[in-house]
């Protein structure tokens, strides 16, 4: 985006209704936070006492052995009641991240050469993808589907099938050589691709691809943009609830073939610059037995959606420009609406993951501005450190402007930030696989230990904001077979605020 845009302060105004929706969460917990401690200290009174004594009490009390019998039948019958509603854990067994090859790297020279080849683009949008591409945060081997390098590019739809199965199959077939699995034993499946949705769709091409048991639960989702990736964790995890010992694939993608803006207006040449080929799969799992093996724990998944508000619904939207070109149109809103959204979801997500005392401060910081803010009406609120609730930041590598302005906004240091910086320059904006890429970046790094936890942060159009949070099982050694392998030793690099293309 141009550097001259002003943009909005995410936390200048957090509503408190948006607050309330975060303790909720712990108020449905309030009960067993308070039992727990005072159970814990009755017990440890217990055992303090001479068994002699409680024999005598015991008889005082006249209580029989079918006061007994009856007694322990209640607490087995409640114990099972209670294992039996709890949330089945949900753990992510592995990932794997399509890893393009070098036929399909486009340098800066070559797509500037492209620009100017193209017979439907004129000076003042080649110059306008120029500045784009300067400023963008992308690097050198950046890669687009083959269909893609022709002049003008091949957006047929077998071309399109063609990416999808590469990708796709690619990622697929990388996590099952990862993870052992046999296809037979997947019970989910759960494919995302926002702008390509043929017939039958990719989820099915997948079922054909692997030969899929027929009492699979399959879905396929489009149209929700570059966070669905969550809301396809979020769908397998409520499944997976429903669906004991069993095991979910996840295949988060978008198609570049077909979407390639061929008109000058200069809201739709964005993604032109920025979107690059990738795709991530990964193996999710309720098994207890698969704790063991197990990389991650998904912990909580929030989801947060404005589509109700019209300028919101509108600022990533799919139509034609005048001359009948279709393409994706960028608000000049996109970044304050996104800001609306982000509120919305760490408001949410603060409660669940943040210490107490910060809680404390946030909530007292609002409470405070809300009764004196007609007194001191440049009063911002208390900005919750949520350094000190994860240790690992993964957030949705959409482009350098979503990146400096989460930054600045959480006041995220340089090193957090660094994986989504990284992943950006190496692979550009592969939508919703974008967290997975980075994901894949800090274990290469070598930075994953047991005990880690990680927030990814989506958005998407519509207009959404997607959490996960997630724990590590287990301390990830290097080096980590994946998109990284070959290039992880010549990172982190530095990128320059501009690169001078002209």
Known sequence: MPSSE????????????????????????????????????????????DPAELVALWRAL???AVHTLSTFFVLVLVGTAYLMSRPRPVYLVDFACFRPTSNCRVPFSTFLEHARLMPFFN????????????????????????????????????????????VIFSAVDELIAKTGLKPKDIDILVVNCSLFSPTPSLSAMVVNKYKLRSNILSFNLSGMGCSAGLISIDLARDLLQAHPNSYALVVSTEIITPNYYAGNERSMLLPNCLFRMGAAALLLSNC?????????????????????????????????DRDGNSGINLSKDLMA????????????????????????????????????GAARPGWKPYIPDFKRAFEHFCIHAGGR?????LQRSLRLSPDNVEASRM??????????????????????????????RIWMIGFGSGFKCNSAVWRCLRSVSTPVDGPWTECIHRYPVDIPEVVKLL
């Open 6 to 49: 002003v943009r909005p302060e995410f936390l200048s105004s957090v509503k408190l209704k948006y607050v309330k929706l975060g303790y909720q969460y712990l108020a449905n917990h309030l009960v067993t936070l308070l039992l727990v401690p005072v159970m814990a200290g009755f017990l440890l009174e217990v055992l303090k006492q």
């Open 337 to 372: 609406i996104a800001g609306e959204a982000l509120r919305t979801n760490i408001t949410t997500v603060g409660p669940l993951v943040l210490p107490v005392t910060e809680q404390l401060r946030f909530l007292a910081s609002l409470v405070a501005r809300r009764l004196m």
């Open 123 to 166: 000076e003042k949008s080649v110059r306008f993808q120029v500045r784009i591409l300067e400023r963008s945060g992308l690097g050198e081997e950046t890669c687009l589907p083959p269909a893609n390098h022709y002049i003008p590019p091949r957006a047929s739809l077998e071309a399109a099938r063609a990416e999808a199965e590469l």
């Open 288 to 320: 207890r037995r698969d704790r063991g093996r197990a990389k991650y724990r998904l912990l909580h998944v929030v989801r947060s959606h404005k589509g109700a508000d019209d300028q919101a619904y509108r600022c990533v939207y799919e139509e034609e």
């Open 423 to 452: 992943a950006l320059h190496r692979f550009g904006n592969t939508s919703s696989s974008s967290l997975w890429y980075e994901l894949g970046y800090i274990e290469a790094k070598g930075r994953m230990r047991r005990g880690d």
């Open 62 to 64: 006249g209580i029989t």
């Open 401 to 405: 402007a979503v990146i400096d302005e």
